[in-house]
């Protein structure tokens, strides 16, 4: 079977995790992965359980000689997928792939089946031709689209299994399609819920109407006293430990190819927005944000009805930078809603769990060079650096549990269509990902063998 | 059939309104009404049509000689019912009658079958007299307990038919139990709602958190606009038509029976709140409100769903008071907001139709004295005045229309669990209502005669 048409397999089994019905594709899409890899001549592949969808693991050892001196690499990646609705939006079936203009149109294709799958013929190619210059490991799970659950409890159960010298997630991509990207952190996350609560019931509004304090209005003055109308946020204690980020670094993302207008414009926004003293890619990348996801109170339906509610809520996330600590985050917030209690109502603070630090490669970084070097010869243009404004649990996670730094090393580009309908991947990052592979084992291990030493660099 | 037993026969049919499988029910109850007015010796009962459920009119000319000097008096009323769920909190069946210690238990006991079925006997009973003082007319409707939809039309078509020098609503009730009150007033009622809109999806708050407005952090940023933190309106003209009301009238407000801290405990807040400088019987009765009855925007679910929300939007009403004009009011409404529009969204603000002019009884009117002195022969003890915090929007339809005023003459308790289970009337309420109608009848054509001219008084 070819290489489009194996990929094509894969690519047909709707390994959606967040659907039960689709438990029994997971559980044939991490079958399918095993033969692969054994195939490919990785060893000791194995299916290991979890309490919800399993990970697939495998390893293979260099094929040099002085194997003491080399580094191990452990690849990340998931083989479950998104759910695919809205179904009509797709111009071909999501789970039928299909290639056309040298783009692969499935649900999983970016995201990130086109990743593992050409990361397993990079490692089935070298130990063919009995070069692989890296010990390898494999950690593809089968719950990333649902927030990697099990993933913590697995690298803490089994950390020998998975030690390593760095980890390379071929999930992820690059920042824009022409010019590459090397991701050297992410923001972390705290959740919290406030509810604020007036009357035991929803009462008559003319009867209690100047009675009362009406609790949407009270939710609505503690939002406007955790962040300003310019976007500053005002809890007492939220930027003590934000790490100001050096002049050099500010350069180097200034570098990043980012059109504003076009963006406020893909929005439909009608000016962009945001803490006032700091660039736009400052505040996406480098500066903390607090969002209400959501609100909610009394009556949403049609028409009036003439009520005080008798509750208000919201949910409230934080993007996070370097050094703020999740846990310290929410225990801000809470004082500050504490200390600041409208009257004549009660205010409830519920602090979720599933907090995640941020994440930020260490500038001094030796493997840094090397992604530098590999995405300059694959695609002829020195890469640029960028961060995340998002989350990646799993790479503070790697760092805390194994000491080891997560690499982002993927190929798809920004317009993949990852989550949304006709989601995509090029034929050409999937050659470019087999090959960078291929050349950083190389790069990597020659560098190692220089630097010498064990993990950590 | 006894008096009880028919009111029984009456409160049996399940005549609500609000659900379209009762309508029959509807229509029976219309027919009841009808055939037991004919036989009180009414005249010119009919059932008038309209576009939902039907209203029920008879008249009948005073039996004295000089019927030129007589006033009509329309008595206004409803025959439909709340629904009756929840059922199982009941303790006889809603619609099998049950009476207990003096008490008739079923739904629209209270409201408003024991104000109607009073009312029509009072009059069989004076006609059979053939004592009648006054010309009466009666107006039951079918769609109380849904806005009344209809009515304005109605008296807008047959404004001859429905003529008349005063109309009573047995509809309502005693503000206490103890001591009879005369209702002097309403608030009125405008509705707007508040749309803001930021991007034109929800967007993932890790990638645009610190790029956007947030909908929902604009939309609490608009609602302290429009009330600071002490319950003040901020809305520039909101106050201006706002008629203070007079010192003597606030001493008779505050002989109205009310215990603040058995009200602050049964709504079960904290404290109780609201406009700085202005007693609770005033912020409740004569100052004008403005509250959100609902608010909502992005995730609602359980946990956490990290994205910053497409939309925001709320329901805001305002409770008015003399000489504030609805529309005048949403267009204040309106102004203030588009010119306090948070940066980086749009904001579209839709009034509702259905607005309610605040109404009030003019001090002066020469009724008032005839119903002080009825109310202190009935109870014993001096009436108080009151005003109703809530929107009666039939008391400024009738006055617009037929340029009267209508007075509440309703003898059910606050207590008397109407809209909720287990609604009921006293016996001796309805008996009161009987007796305490035919001496307004004969006090107020004696006045009239006294006082002569027609219309207006």
């Known amino acids: 079977m070819g290489y489009i048409e194996e990929f094509f397999e894969f690519l047909s089994i709707p390994s959606i995790s967040a659907l039960p019905e689709h438990k029994p594709d997971i559980a044939k899409a991490a079958q399918w992965l095993k033969n692969r890899m054994v195939r490919a001549g990785i060893e000791d592949v194995q299916i290991i359980e979890t309490k919800g969808h399993p990970v697939v693991f495998g390893k293979k050892s260099a094929q040099t000689q002085d194997s003491a001196r080399v580094p191990t690499v452990l690849i990340y990646g998931h083989y479950d997928t998104q759910p695919a609705d809205p179904f009509d939006e797709w111009h071909s079936p999501p789970f039928e792939p299909e290639i056309r203009n040298g783009k692969v149109f499935a649900r999983g294709a970016a995201d990130d089946k086109g990743g593992i799958y050409p990361a397993i013929v990079a490692a089935e190619e070298a130990i063919k031709e009995e070069s692989l210059p890296v010990n390898l490991k494999f950690l593809f799970e089968g719950e990333e689209e649902i927030g990697s659950p099990a993933l913590k409890g697995l690298l803490r159960e089994h950390k020998a299994r998975f030690e390593c010298d760095l980890v390379l997630s071929v999930d992820g991509g690059m920042f824009s399609g022409q010019i590459p990207s090397i991701t050297t952190g992410s923001r972390?996350?705290?959740a919290i819920e406030i509810e604020v609560a007036g009357p035991q019931t929803d009462v008559h509004s003319g009867g209690q109407g100047g009675v009362i304090q009406n609790p949407v209005h009270a939710l609505a003055e503690i939002l406007t006293g955790l962040k300003d109308s310019e976007g500053r946020i005002l809890v007492e204690g939220f930027y003590d430990d934000v790490v100001e980020v050096s002049d050099e670094e500010l350069?180097?993302?200034?570098?990043?190819?980012?059109?504003?207008?076009?963006?406020?414009?893909?929005?439909?926004?009608?000016?962009?927005?945001?803490e006032p003293g700091y660039?736009?890619?400052?505040?996406?990348?480098?500066?903390?944000?607090?969002?209400?996801?959501g609100i909610w109170g009394g009556f949403q339906g049609e028409g009036i009805k003439t009520i005080i509610p008798s509750k208000a809520g919201c949910k409230i996330t934080c993007r996070l930078v370097p050094d703020q600590d999740p846990e310290t985050i929410c225990h801000v917030l809470e004082d500050h809603i504490k200390r600041h209690v409208p009257k004549g109502v009660g205010v409830n603070v519920t602090v979720f769990p599933g907090n995640s630090k941020p994440y930020v490669i260490p500038e001094n970084h030796p493997a840094l060079p090397v992604i530098t070097d590999v995405l300059h010869e694959l695609f002829g243009h020195e890469p640029v650096n960028v961060r995340l404004g998002g989350t990646l649990p799993i790479a503070p996670a790697f760092l805390?549990?194994?000491?080891?730094?997560?690499?982002f090393f993927a190929m798809s580009g920004p317009d993949s269509n990852a989550h949304g309908p006709n989601e995509f991947i090029r034929t050409e990052d999937m050659d470019r990902l087999r090959r960078g592979l291929r050349m950083f084992w190389s790069k990597y291990a020659g560098s190692y063998a220089k630097l010498g030493g064990p993990k950590g660099i």
Chains 1, 2 share one sequence.
């Open 188 to 190: 972390g996350l705290a």
């Open 251 to 274: 350069k180097k993302f200034a570098q990043a190819p980012f059109d504003e207008e076009a963006h406020r414009a893909r929005l439909g926004v009608p000016a962009l927005f945001g």
């Open 279 to 293: 660039s736009l890619i400052e505040r996406m990348w480098v500066r903390p944000t607090l969002d209400a996801n």
């Open 400 to 407: 805390d549990i194994l000491g080891t730094y997560l690499f």
